[in-house]
């Protein structure tokens, strides 16, 4: 039996259900004189007129409504209860009630029965869960391969949802990949733990979407009632930072709140407020790393960025960077490190180039180019020794105008290389898009590379394909000589990692190159690595 039939049934049988409202199907009956008379006509009253005047769906017949009596319709032409067919009352409330789109049923809904659960459990011991799940990854593949693929992946997911609830309770969806469940009844912590692991299993599959398959994990954050919130919107306030846990923590994996979530949140507020100083204050720093090409000689430096805050200590950039992106503050911040890094590499020997990494937030304000020039300009540097690392996701975003301001850096004669490739979507179209003139291989295909065949063959792939469109190559993350040793003999251009050097402060340099030029002048070229 359907959700609808069951809920129908329910109703026939006594007292007025859930659900069957007319101010559900008509928003505007919700309040004022109009109400009052449903609510005569919901008390067992039959002969009530309503005006309908400015109840929004007039195309429709009328209104529907449910008794205890059974179920009704005021036609608006003739103002007073008649009966309805069955059929078009399912249809109806399905329609008020449900996602057109995966058929779970919608916020309206979530939010009532989140009401209800919570002032049904007041006082007493029962307790309620609210597990919020979110889906990794979604904008990305909608992004990538379109609407009508994001709409049957979240067709799917909610299909594993309801698949993985059984009995658990009734899943919503409330906005676009965000889908929640309510328990209500049963034994907690314990049924909502056994649920949320199931979820987080049924999304480890691959979906196979026109033979296309696509991994998307969810992310679950659990919250009780009313231990954790006593009014809905702080049980999913709660919800939402057990769920924002979740993704930190790796995503596809649940998180039940608890109130050190909320210090960790406090913390990152304060941290937030004080990025915004940062800057002003000289706690940002750049640090450089070298790149070297086979066999040994440094090609440059990538300049990478470093937050010292005076009470914690070195923040990393995994953590500050999205926080100044989500902050409005990458524009600001990346200027600086342009300025600063191309003022430093004009100390450098001119035939070192200096990379600096770009952030999407850059090319959003739509003045990069701009700024960029300007800096050539004071710094005095020459365009073609500066080289910009981007990831896939400056391509994701925006696509047209970021790779027309690409271009126009490639014409100013700065250099464009792809950074962490393989570890994001890794589109050939992108490849095939734009000229890139080098592809950096993320450091998790060379962790690896000596005990892992399948590394050996991914790293050899890339290698051959960035070389047959003509772009050269730079393995990141190398830390052993037996790496580096494996990389020049498959033909890899350039190196970065620990083992080559580490990154280091402007002032350690000087040193480094003297040092680097020395050893090789007193080595045979298979001992250079
Ligand atoms: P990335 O551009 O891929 O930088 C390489 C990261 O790998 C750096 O981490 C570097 O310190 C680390 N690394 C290098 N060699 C090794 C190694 O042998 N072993 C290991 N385990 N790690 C190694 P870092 O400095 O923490 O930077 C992380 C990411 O933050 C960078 O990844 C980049 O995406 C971003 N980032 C750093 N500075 C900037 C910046 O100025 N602007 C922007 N937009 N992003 C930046
Ligand atoms: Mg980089
Ligand atoms: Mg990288």
């Known amino acids: 039996m359907t959700d609808c039939a069951a809920s129908l049934q329910q109703a026939r049988g006594g007292a007025v259900a859930l659900g069957a409202r007319p101010w559900d199907i008509y928003p505007a ?19 009530v007129t309503v005006d309908l005047y400015g109840a929004g769906r007039r ?12 179920i009704g319709i005021i036609e608006a032409s003739e103002q007073r209860p008649v009966a309805i067919d069955e059929a078009e009352h399912v249809k109806l409330l399905h329609q008020a009630t449900h996602d057109v789109l995966t058929g779970l049923q919608n916020r ?40 009508s693929t994001g709409d049957t992946l979240l067709q799917l997911a909610a299909e594993r949802i309801r698949d993985a609830l059984r009995d658990g309770g009734t899943a919503y969806r409330y906005a676009g990949d965000e889908f929640a469940v309510i328990q209500y009844g049963k034994e907690q912590p314990f049924a909502a733990e056994q649920l949320a692991q199931a979820l987080v299993d049924a999304f480890k599959p691959p979906f196979i979407i026109n033979g296309i398959p696509l991994f998307v994990g969810a992310s679950i954050g659990v919250a009780f009632g009313p231990q954790h919130g006593t009014e809905s919107e702080e049980l999913m306030k709660a919800a939402d930072i057990a769920l924002y846990a979740a993704k930190r923590e790796g995503r596809g994996c649940a998180r039940i709140f608890n ?13 937030r407020r004080n990025l915004r100083v940062a800057l002003e204050r000289e706690e940002l720093h750049l640090v450089y790393q070298p790149l070297i090409q086979a066999p040994g000689s440094i090609v440059g ?22 926080m100044a992106e989500a902050d409005g503050l990458m524009e600001e911040i990346g200027r600086w490190v342009l300025e600063e890094a191309c003022r430093e590499a004009m100390t450098w020997p001119q035939e070192f180039n200096v990379a600096v990494n770009l952030s999407p937030a850059q090319f959003l304000g739509g003045s ?22 981007i990831t896939e996701t400056v391509l994701l975003e925006q696509t047209v105008d970021n790779l027309d301001t690409l271009n126009t850096l490639n014409v ?32 998790y295909f060379i962790r690896d590379l000596l005990s892992e065949k399948k590394s050996q063959t991914i790293v050899r792939s890339i290698m051959g394909l960035a070389h047959g469109l003509g772009m050269s190559v730079t393995a990141e993350g190398v830390e052993t000589a037996g790496q580096a040793l494996w ?23 000087p040193d480094f190159i003297a040092r680097s030029s020395m050893s090789l002048h007193g080595m045979n070229e298979q001992d250079r690595f």
């Open 29 to 47: 009956l919700a309040e004022g004189e109009p109400r009052c008379a449903l609510e005569r006509v919901l008390a067992g009253v039959s002969s």
């Open 59 to 70: 195309t429709r017949k009328g209104v529907v409504f449910r008794t205890a009596e059974g």
């Open 108 to 147: 309206r809904r979530f939010s009532e029965r989140l009401e209800e659960v919570l002032a049904a459990g007041e006082g007493g011991r029962e307790r309620s869960a609210l597990l919020q799940i979110d889906l990794d990854d979604f904008k990305s593949v909608n992004d990538t391969l379109g609407h």
């Open 259 to 271: 109130r050190s979530m909320m210090l960790l949140l406090e913390q990152r507020e304060n941290l």
């Open 301 to 322: 430096f990538e300049a990478l960025l470093r937050w010292n805050h005076p009470e914690i200590g070195p923040i990393p950039p995994s953590v500050f960077i999205p």
């Open 368 to 389: 990069l180019t701009d700024t960029v020039a300007q800096v050539i300009d004071t710094s005095g540097i020459r365009a073609d020794r500066i080289e910009f690392e």
């Open 412 to 443: 100013l004669g700065i250099r464009i290389s792809l950074d962490d490739f393989g570890t994001h979507y890794s589109s050939l179209a992108y490849l095939k898009n734009f000229p890139f003139d080098s592809v950096k291989i993320d450091q």
């Open 487 to 509: 990389l020049v003999g498959e033909g890899c251009d350039c190196l970065q990692g620990n083992f080559l050097g580490e990154a280091m402060v402007a002032d350690s340099i």
